[in-house]
T-cell receptor, first 111, second 117 residues
């Protein structure tokens, strides 16, 4: 099935550093959502975006809905060890509530 | 709020047998539940969409006779893997959409690890 492209695929960062990841598509999306998945668990919703250009924060997390509606990015500021996990973007296209998931960004934080 | 549970969390079954996985919304009514499959180090792939009281809609390539879905109430959906084979071994995750909430936000269960020997 179709998937969204996420980059980077994985990253190692030092504790305290800021992190940026993005999600791109060749087609237009109506919503973008960001989830975090810990090993052996289900994804947890972090941020939902509904309008092109929208910028939304949730604590140290900030996400933006790209103006072209074909991309989104997620920033994590001042990373901490518990930020470790896999971050997935997901989007919906016109006329459906079904998600298309991104390929995931695996984040590892070095203390 | 918006808690989704799955049972069992892990199951091992022999090839040829069937296994049932339950997905429950604990503190909200879910008009729609989704079933995903996730292979190791891969993303989530949607298998089917289940609406309360109606037949599930399956994604292309997913065998509806093999993966039976029942959504009998607003808080419970079940996935039965029939005549399981080793290639069905995977992490199965359900999600639910709140009846009263945003139609675009899904809340995920903790997943069920199925191993077929």
């Amino acid at each position: 099935g179709q998937q969204l492209n996420q980059s980077p695929q994985s990253m190692f960062i030092q504790e305290g550093e800021d992190v940026s990841m993005n999600c791109t598509s060749s087609s237009i999306f109506n919503t973008w959502l960001w989830y975090k998945q810990d090993p052996g668990e289900g994804p947890v919703l972090l941020i939902a975006l509904y309008k092109a250009g929208e910028l939304t924060s949730n604590g140290r997390l900030t996400a933006q809905f790209g103006i072209t509606r074909k991309d989104s990015f997620l920033n994590i500021s001042a990373s901490i060890p518990s930020d470790v996990g896999i971050y997935f973007c997901a989007g919906t296209t016109s006329g459906t509530y079904k998600y298309i998931f991104g390929t995931g960004t695996r984040l590892k934080v070095l203390a | 709020g918006a808690v989704v549970s799955q049972h069992p969390s892990r199951v091992i079954c022999k090839s040829g047998t069937s296994v049932k996985i339950e997905c429950r919304s604990l503190d909200f009514q879910a008009t729609t539940m989704f079933w995903y499959r996730q292979f190791p180090k891969q993303s989530l792939m949607l298998m089917a969409t289940s609406n309360e009281g109606s037949k599930a809609t399956y994604e292309q390539g997913v065998e509806k006779d093999k993966f039976l879905i029942n959504h009998a109430s607003l808080t419970l959906s079940t996935l039965t893997v029939t005549s399981a084979h080793p290639e069905d071994s995977s992490f199965y995750i359900c999600s639910a959409r709140e009846r009263q909430g945003s139609p675009y936000e899904q809340y995920f269960g903790p997943g069920t690890r199925l191993t077929v020997t």
